[in-house]
C-alpha cells in the first residue's frame, strides 16, 4: 500500500481505481487471488486509516464497480 493509494481510497471512485490496479498487478505477477479478497483487503487498509470501511459489504462494493467501469 502506497500513500497514494490510501489517498485514494477514501473516494469510492478512487477506491474502485485502486481495486483494479492492484487485480491487474497481482494478475500480472501470476496471483489469483479473487476479487473478493483484494477487496477485503483493501477495506482493512482502508478501515485502519480512517476508522470506517467504504463499503458496506463486498455486494455492495461489486454492485457500484460494475456500474462505473
Do not use: C, N
Not at 1 to 23: C, H, N, P, Q, Y
Not at 53 to 62: K, Q
Amino acid at each position: 500500500m502506497t500513500m497514494d493509494e490510501i489517498t485514494k481510497m477514501a473516494t469510492r471512485s478512487g477506491f474502485v481505481e485502486v481495486f483494479w490496479d492492484r487485480l491487474r498487478g497481482l494478475r500480472r505477477i501470476g496471483r489469483m487471488d479473487t476479487p473478493k479478497q483484494i477487496y477485503e483487503g483493501m477495506e482493512l487498509e482502508h478501515e485502519e486509516k480512517y476508522g470506517v470501511f467504504r463499503f458496506p459489504t463486498y455486494d455492495a462494493f461489486r454492485k457500484y464497480k460494475d456500474r462505473h467501469r
